[in-house]
T-cell receptor, first 113, second 112 residues
């Protein structure tokens, strides 16, 4: 099956710093990738749809200037959490679309001190 | 927009019993309904999916049924095993969109 990787798997940072998370489709090209965040014992909440070569589409309530998404190639999308604060601590998961299916990355656990 | 509700939130069964998780969706135009299994701290894994032109699909111990009229779909796991213990999410893809809208999840615990 399709493989999606994510890096880093975990990161701890100080409040006010920016953190970049990478999502890669390893064995297929993905024109569309998705970014989710998941709080403990909760469901996956879609943050944005990342489209290769164009601007991301953000879900209602997600600040596009805080969560910067870049999808510069068919195999890589990045999410940058700018000026991170403790409330941004969460599990961030990306997925890449192939046909109707979405294949998920292993997730990045972000802890902001 | 699409809204997906999922029940129950927790489900405890004995090994060998069957487990059923139900989801309802609001957008009658939704046309793709996957189910994911997520173990603690890991990525969601697709276990089965169904499209709107099919009423039922089975894969070994797992089956999914879809009732388009009632706008609900269900996951059925037979002969449950302790390794089936995880959180299960249903999802729906609204027609014309690429994104998934997830249900709230069901924590399944299978006791030996």
């Amino acid at each position: 099956g399709a493989v999606v990787s994510q890096h880093p798997s975990w990161v701890i940072c100080k409040s006010g710093t920016s953190v970049k998370i990478e999502c890669r489709s390893l064995d297929f090209q993905a024109t569309t990738m998705f970014w989710y965040r998941q709080f403990p014992k909760q469901s996956l909440m879609l943050m944005a749809t990342s489209n290769e070569g164009s601007k991301a589409t953000y879900e209602q309530g997600v600040e596009k200037d805080k969560f910067l998404i870049n999808h510069a190639s068919l195999t890589l999308s990045t999410l940058t959490v700018t000026s991170a604060h403790p409330e941004d601590s969460s599990f961030y998961i990306c997925s890449a679309r192939q046909g109707n299916e979405q294949f998920f990355g292993p997730g990045t656990r972000l802890t902001v001190l | 927009g699409e809204n997906v509700e999922q029940h129950p939130s927790t489900l405890s069964v004995q090994e060998g019993d069957s487990a059923v998780i139900k989801c309802t969706y609001s957008d009658s135009a939704s046309n793709y309904f996957p189910w994911y299994k997520q173990e603690l701290g890991k990525r969601p894994q697709l276990i089965i999916d169904i499209r709107s032109n099919v009423g039922e699909k089975k894969d070994q111990r797992i089956a999914v049924t879809l009732n388009k009229t009632a706008k609900h779909f269900s996951l059925h796991i037979t002969e449950t095993q302790p390794e089936d213990s995880a959180v299960y999410f249903c999802a729906a893809t609204p027609r014309g969109f690429q994104k998934l809208v997830f249900g709230t999840g069901t924590r399944l615990l299978v006791s030996p």
